[in-house]
């Protein structure tokens, strides 16, 4: 969940995930419904649905029970698209002169609003980019206007449904970024007319751009029966024929008003006359039409792999949810909802933040709490260490209570107690044994005690030092007493004073260099 949240639902025309659009068209006897799965660049189509109006009640309820029996049918989704009718939009082109879709969405209210039969407050105004002119900069953009009481009751037929719209489009702009994605579509004059039940909706497109939409109240009606069965014979032909008389003058005078002196180079025809399975359709109005015709429908749409699907046919009456479905780039950001959508879209930008903050005060709070943990636990760990070093410490250096009660106290009397033991220890060692006798070994070959007639009292062997405590006679056998010790192996000896030297010992410095070479 959290990944969704914040992972974009589109990069572009990319879908990262799989996302499931139900894309909704009502007409005057049933609603139309095709479920579009987008995922990565690929488009299929998953399924499709038709509810027809049952029962004597006025047309909105029929709309809504409709509706209400859509949403038992469709399962999970992510998102619903609803398509209105163009008869009830007023369609405007506009040059602007400056490039970027940003400021054409915010400036396009404005330019428009002159031409409107009403004010703008009462209206929702939205566009679509048909052509741009970089060098000139320049952009040519078709705009829809539309009052709001006619958005407010399609909104109100899903509201009652409870089946929340997220976008409101018009047929024929869909498709028309539908056909355009069509490979191998040339920059020439086509007459793009969606031929539904009740209504065809005629678009104009010149050099790639839509220029003009008309919507005529008349229809193709197509007999409840099998498609197989449904040939183009004399009874079809006679219900089209006036139908193609009408779709031509129209085409002819749109066509003086948009490119004069211009004709059609082919016109395309979509939507319910797809469903004759005859091709004398086409034949038939290539004649009425005097222009050549082809017919698009959602099996050339799967063989030119716009999309692909999972159904084995389609009729042609689901072309407009289709063309909604399949989010062109042309009109992906086209939506008469905008302000709406603008609104969720601000409430998702504020439940994100919230979502960072919950997340951000989360994790402070869990690393502040497995700090203290970790602290406490490493504290309790450290105390007990002190502790046992002290006991230790203690038991092996026999120290007293003033010793023990902090670790560094115990560390210095445990030091200086250990420094005390080595000393002791390194006087009786071997080797300091060795030395000692070797000091009084060399002191004895030095010193003639009959010939200095020394009286020795006390003679103390340290590990650098050798003090003599006695004295002599007289100054002649103190003289004699200093030419005997200096010896090599003790360093130079202070001129001797005193005869009696108990109190005041004579001090001999041993020389180790001299001992060494001596051994």
């Known amino acids: 969940m959290i990944v969704s949240l914040f992972l974009p639902k589109r990069l572009g025309s990319y879908y990262p995930l799989a996302h499931r659009i139900v894309s909704i068209e009502i007409t005057k006897q049933s609603v139309h419904a095709t479920v579009i799965v987008l995922k990565g660049r690929s488009r299929t189509i998953e399924n499709v649905l038709t509810e027809r109006f049952q029962g004597a009640e006025r047309f909105d309820e029929q709309v809504v029970v409709a509706l209400k029996n859509l949403k038992m049918k469709l399962g999970s989704y992510h998102e619903i698209y609803g398509i209105i009718p163009s008869s009830y939009a007023i ?18 209210p404005f330019e428009v609003e002159p031409q409107l039969p009403f004010n703008l407050a009462d209206g929702v105004v939205d566009g679509i980019i048909i052509g ?13 206007a539309m009052k709001r009481d006619s958005i407010a009751r399609y909104e109100k037929y899903f509201e009652d449904a409870e089946l929340p719209l997220n976008k409101l489009s ?15 579509q040339a920059n020439a004059t086509i007459a793009l007319v969606e031929m539904g039940t009740f209504e065809t909706t005629i678009g ?10 008309r919507t005529l109240q008349k229809g193709i009606h197509i007999p409840k029966v099998n498609h197989q069965e449904n040939v183009f014979d004399k009874q079809m032909q006679e219900q089209v024929s006036s139908l193609f008389d009408e779709i031509k003058l129209t085409t002819d005078i749109a066509l003086q008003k948009v490119a004069p002196g211009s004709s059609l180079s082919k016109i395309v025809l979509t939507g319910a006359v797809t469903d004759i399975q005859d091709q004398g359709v086409k034949e038939h109005a290539t004649r009425s039409l005097a222009c050549p015709t082809e017919l698009l429908d959602p099996k050339k749409l799967i063989q ?9 046919a389609i009729s042609g009456i689901y072309m407009p949810s289709i063309a909604a479905g399949c989010a062109s780039e042309k009109t992906e950001s086209f939506n008469l909802l905008q302000e709406k959508e603008q609104e969720k879209e601000n409430k998702q930008v504020t439940y994100q933040l919230y979502t960072i903050g919950a997340l951000a005060i989360t994790l402070l709070a869990t690393f502040t709490g497995y700090s203290f943990l970790r602290t406490r636990a490493l504290k309790k760990s450290y105390k007990a260490s002190e502790l046992e070093a002290i ?7 026999k120290l007293r209570a003033t010793q023990t009660q902090r670790l560094d106290i115990a560390n210095k009397a445990a030091q200086a107690e250990l420094r005390k033991q080595e000393s002791a220890w390194k006087r009786i060692s071997a080797e300091n044994r060795y030395a000692y006798v ?46 005997q010790l200096e010896c090599p192996i003790f360093k130079k000896v202070q001129k001797l004073q005193a005869f009696n030297f108990k109190s005041e010992p004579i001090t001999l410095v041993i020389n180790p260099e001299a001992i060494n070479e001596h051994a």
């Open 91 to 108: 369609f405007k082109e506009l040059t602007l002169p400056f490039i970027g879709a940003k400021k054409v969405k915010i400036v396009i």
């Open 132 to 144: 741009t002119n970089e060098e000139a900069q320049k952009t040519n953009v078709l705009v829809t």
């Open 170 to 184: 018009i047929g024929i702009l869909e498709l028309y970024s539908l056909y355009e994605t069509i490979p191998g």
């Open 204 to 213: 104009l497109i010149t050099n790639g751009q839509l220029k003009y939409v």
């Open 304 to 312: 030119e792999q716009v999309v692909s699907s999972k159904i084995p």
């Open 391 to 397: 006991d230790e410490l203690k038991r092996q250096f």
């Open 438 to 483: 070797t000091y009084l070994a060399e002191l004895t070959k030095c010193i003639n005690m009959q010939e200095s007639q020394l009286q020795l009292d006390t003679l103390i062997i340290k590990d650098d030092t050798i003090k003599i405590y006695g004295s002599v006679p007289g100054y002649q056998q103190l003289t004699r007493l200093q030419d």
